[in-house]
């Protein structure tokens, strides 16, 4: 059907006639009662920090969500969007989005008294109906509320005539979903100018008489007061957000892995990339080891932005050998995951006393996730065959650019390795898999004291031996 075109076919259709809140309740209700999932990219929230950003938007309730970096904030405030209408009518030429039926800015005012029901209306997108502001220092109450156009003055209106006005951010998204992501960095003169939009709904410019009653959902983020030396949010502006919503990182290894396939870009490359589940844990338990430390600061946390990092570096790492050895398949290594730790170092916050420790910390933490993959993934393995070798003065080598054929070769016909790589679940052996399998036992069997291990360098080669009786 033809859309209606002004303000008396919209009428004559029946337009619902709703507020922002009105309709995204109406529009989440109608998900939650025929069993939709609400947010399917965002994972492990289900059962902790959705049912309370449900119970927020039913409610109405402009939000602040809580929580440290890297938890998917800023994602699940662009995901409330699409529980917008996907198009909605307005006055056509309106900077402020007016609703056909309740026009509040003084030109759509006066336009509605003159034509009414002939007033033309065009339709807007979930996308115009959203805004998103950093908050940073510079920003200013004009950014957000409005200011005075002085070209509009010189074009010759005067002072007092509302015209004169170029709205700011907030009232340009009218009827929308406005964000601002981390408010304490908003300056507190600032964070006052929201006090007005939250509560009484209207917004005030300088010294002018009026009243713009806007129609929007607000949604801030922030980290705990605790976490955050940069500002705070003033008391005035914290009681007027109805729900407050907390997030955290994801729970368990399992989450972590799911968001870090999600959102993991690997480098491309002529051959295929295949990363097998068991170092995918490993990242992933390196992540959650830097989460328990100690020395690492809490207060800014450890992002999942820093696994997903992780996962590409090491991606890249077996691309980079693949090209340059001409293996057939690019699979990451034990090798590979010094590059990773090298890349990632600066993305850390430590709490250490001691300067230059940070290296040290971040393998400890590594060391130790390998050993939880290798002890849950290969405990009680008959590593019998491979240590047999190693007792009889056998040594192996590897290094970050040593293909998967050349690994393998060292060993030549190993028992027991299929089912070493049945208990990785690699379901489809091929070389680099084999090889990628291999080293993770020789380090697990390394980390375990049952094989010496000599480095030559951060990125170096690697030599393992058996341990030699005193």
Not at 21 to 50: C, H, M, W, Y
Not at 51 to 72: K, S, T, V, Y
Not at 230 to 257: C, M, N, W
Not at 444 to 449: K, Q
Request: hydrophobic share 40%; glycine share 8%.
């Amino acid at each position: 059907m033809t859309q209606p075109a002004t303000i008396g076919e919209l009428r004559a259709s029946g337009y619902a006639d709703r507020t922002v809140k009105e309709e995204l309740r109406a529009n989440l209700l109608t998900k939650l009662q025929a069993g939709e999932p609400l947010f399917p990219n965002i994972v492990g929230f289900d059962t902790s920090v959705l049912p309370a950003l449900e119970r927020g938007i039913l409610a109405g309730h402009d939000l602040i969500l809580l929580g440290e970096r890297g938890q998917a904030k800023t994602r699940l405030i662009r995901n409330i969007v699409e529980l917008l209408d996907e198009e909605a009518p307005a006055i056509a030429g309106c900077e402020v989005h007016d609703h056909p039926f309740r026009p509040i800015c003084a030109r759509c005012r006066s336009l509605v008294a003159a034509e009414d029901d002939a007033v033309p209306i065009h339709w807007i997108g979930r996308d115009q109906r959203y805004a998103e502001k950093l908050a940073t220092p510079d920003t200013s109450v004009a950014d957000l509320i409005g200011d005075v156009d002085p070209i509009r003055v010189a074009e010759g209106r005067y002072l007092g005539d509302e015209l004169t006005i170029h709205y700011g951010l907030i009232p340009r998204t009218n009827r929308g979903v406005v964000a601002i992501n981390e408010l304490p960095d908003l300056p507190e003169r600032i964070q006052v100018s929201l006090f007005n939009i939250l509560e009484e709904r209207d917004v005030q410019i300088r010294g002018y008489r009026i009243r713009l009653p806007l129609d929007l959902l607000l949604v801030a983020t922030a980290n705990p007061e605790d976490y955050t030396h940069r500002g705070r949010i003033v008391s005035p502006l914290k009681d007027r957000f109805g729900t407050q919503v907390r997030t955290h990182y994801p729970e368990t290894p399992a989450e972590e892995i799911r968001i870090m396939e999600q959102e993991a870009r690997p480098a491309a490359g002529v051959v295929p990339l295949r990363v097998p589940r068991y170092m995918e844990e490993l990242l992933a338990g390196l992540t959650g080891e830097l989460r328990r430390s100690p020395h690492v600061n809490h207060r800014s946390g450890v992002s999942v932005r820093y696994s997903i990092g992780n996962l590409e570096t090491l991606a890249a790492a077996a691309v980079r050998r693949a090209a340059r050895t001409g293996e057939p398949e690019a699979v990451p290594r034990v090798c590979d995951l010094p590059s990773v730790l090298e890349s990632s170092l600066g993305r850390v916050e430590f709490d250490t006393i001691e300067e230059g420790r940070e290296e040290e910390i971040l393998l400890r933490a590594l060391r130790q996730a390998e050993l939880d993959v290798f002890r849950r993934r290969l405990s009680g393995f008959d590593f019998g065959p491979i240590l047999s070798r190693f007792a009889e003065g056998f040594v192996a080598e590897t290094s970050d650019l040593t293909p998967a054929s050349t690994v393998l070769a060292q060993f030549g016909e190993l028992p027991g390795l299929a089912k070493l790589l049945e208990r990785l679940g690699v379901e489809e052996e091929s070389p680099g898999v084999a090889a990628s399998a291999l080293e993770f036992a020789l380090e697990g069997l390394h980390l375990s004291r049952r094989l010496n291990k000599d480095q030559a360098g951060r990125l170096g080669s690697y030599r393992y031996e058996g341990i030699q009786d005193p």
